[in-house]
């Protein structure tokens, strides 16, 4: 857990932060996200005492850190910012070894924990542990990034605008990676971002701020879209809180999948032709001995003989996993011709069929819900139900 008390930062008369108190409950990715100059950045090096506030305390753990040996204090905290920040005289390896080397950490385990790490960011460290950051996309910069942050397993870490400098593809699929190792890892995070997409999507809560680091609202991404505190805060949502909220909710989260008529590639003929008769549709799903879907195959062509499972046949268009959000599902099926989706758990083994009715009724249930929030709100607030 991180504890900011009074957190104050002054530059002459101006206050940058201006008697900031917030807590991040361990475990959780907390948002600081707000207009130029409200003190995000500043907030989050005080943390890290890369920046010494002029007064109040930050708690780590619960143990005052304002006057701590600050070299101690860093090497506990990770720390990735907007460009990747990597030496560039250094292998990946080596860069991601950096604190673990300060720490005088045996070579092997050191060793060990890189490769860890660079498989839990996506990266084949037989490929790139000896290239050099020059050698690397962006992406792949952003990836080292975030192993050296996490290679001495430090128990905070704070995030500036990490993802802000990769295109917008890039930036998707670092933000999924993100969330990802975070379910796994569960650390206890402070991320900085202007983006209100961003803070919505990886944030388990999201503090919007105002100048000087005054706190608008504080709460999760649920409560913050159903219920914006103040004309600030919905002004800073902008328009279009329903598809913002479709980022909060999961392709899992969907009662129900579609079923779809499939067979395996290590069916036995008998077996395939027994299944073909209780089949009416045009396709069926081909999936392999793992279960992972792989192609369609004409139903007519299976039964004539002059198609085999083991064949190319015809690409899946649209596969979606089962943690993409409703956001990503929409996007990808609005571009696909077949009105539906196959959906894949994390190994990429069939979990269903979806169809864009299937989101249009999930749409509606959020809509639904949020009316029945925003009531919820006003009575408690003794608007009688109605909203004024």
């Not at 500036?160 to 930036?171: L, M, N, V, W, Y």
């Not at 992972?292 to 690409?315: C, H, I, K, Q, Y």
Request: glycine share 8%.
């Amino acid at each position: 857990m991180i504890r900011l008390e009074s957190l104050t930062k002054r530059y002459g008369d101006l206050r940058a932060v201006d008697d900031l108190t917030l807590e991040v409950p361990a475990g959780e990715l907390v948002v600081l996200i707000g207009p130029s100059g409200c003190g995000k950045t500043t907030t989050l090096e005080m943390v890290n005492r890369l920046v010494e506030p002029t007064s109040g305390h930050i708690f780590l753990e619960g143990k005052d850190v304002t006057r701590v040996n600050v070299s101690t204090l860093r090497r506990r905290i990770g720390y990735v910012i907007q460009q990747s920040g990597l030496f560039p005289h250094m292998t990946i390896a080596d860069n991601v070894a950096t604190v673990p080397r300060l720490l005088r950490w045996e070579k092997q385990r050191t060793v060990e924990r890189v490769n860890e790490l660079l498989a839990l960011v996506g990266l084949d460290s037989a490929t790139h542990a000896t290239r050099y950051p020059r050698e690397l996309s962006g992406g792949q910069q952003q990836r080292v990034g975030v192993a050296r942050a996490l290679a001495a397993d430090p128990p905070v870490m704070l995030m500036d605008e990490p993802f802000g400098a990769t295109d917008p593809i890039t930036r998707e699929h670092l933000q999924d990676e993100f969330i990802r190792i975070q379910s796994e890892l569960r650390k206890t995070i402070v991320f900085v971002t202007h983006d209100i997409d961003e803070a919505i999507k990886m944030g388990d809560r999201i503090a919007i701020l105002g100048e000087g680091s005054y706190i608008a609202q504080y709460d999760t991404p649920e409560h913050i879209l159903s219920a914006p505190a103040n004309e600030f805060v919905e002004g800073f949502l902008g328009e279009g809180l329903l598809l913002k909220r479709l980022q909060l909710a999961r392709v899992r989260d969907i009662e129900t999948f579609d079923d779809w008529p499939k067979l395996r590639l290590d069916d036995e003929p008998a077996v395939v032709q027994e299944t073909l008769r209780h089949i009416s549709r045009e396709w069926v799903l081909v999936l392999d001995e793992q279960a992972r879907p792989r192609r369609w195959a004409r139903t007519s062509a299976l039964r004539e003989g002059t198609d085999r499972l083991s064949n190319p046949g015809e690409p899946i268009q649209t596969v979606l996993q089962d943690e993409f959000s409703l956001q990503q599902a929409l996007q990808e099926m609005l571009i696909s011709t077949s009105g539906g989706a196959v959906v894949v758990d994390a190994d990429g083994r069939y979990r269903g069929v979806v169809y864009i009715e299937t989101l249009n009724r999930a749409v509606r249930s959020m809509r639904a819900d949020a009316e029945d929030q925003l009531v919820e709100v006003d009575r408690a607030a003794g608007n009688g139900g109605a909203r004024r």
